[in-house]
Nanobody
């Protein structure tokens, strides 16, 4: 059974930094892509928005509001991904979910980690 686990969330003041980590286990295959999504306060889980993703080949994609501030990277271990978040803003607040896209087209989600940015 594939499990995805996030860590690294917390409370930080505006302008501060956090580093999120994500690791998936239970599969021998490398995910084709991994990404981070944010569920903003007051939004439903199905309204999560893409923050950043990265393919197995290293290609990255960022939402416009985090470009230049967040950096996604893959770890040396299979199916691990990190996101360095700098210059955090109150509007970055939310629950951050990690997901992985398998070679068969299935998405696997973690339980989320809370990020709160105070003004």
């Amino acid at each position: 059974q594939v499990q995805v686990v996030e860590s690294g969330g917390g409370l930080v003041q505006a302008g501060g930094s956090l580093r999120l980590s994500c690791a998936a286990s239970g599969t021998i295959f490398m995910f084709n892509a991994m990404g981070w999504y944010r569920q903003a306060p007051g939004k439903q889980r199905d309204q999560r928005e893409l923050v950043a993703n990265i393919t197995s080949g290293g290609n990255t994609n960022y939402s416009d509001h985090v470009k230049g501030r967040f950096t996604i990277s893959r770890g040396n271990a299979k199916n691990t991904v990190y996101m360095q978040m700098n210059s955090l803003k109150p509007e970055d607040t939310g629950v951050y979910y990690c997901n992985g896209l398998s070679r068969y087209g299935a998405y696997y989600w973690g339980q989320g980690t809370q990020v709160t940015v105070s003004s």
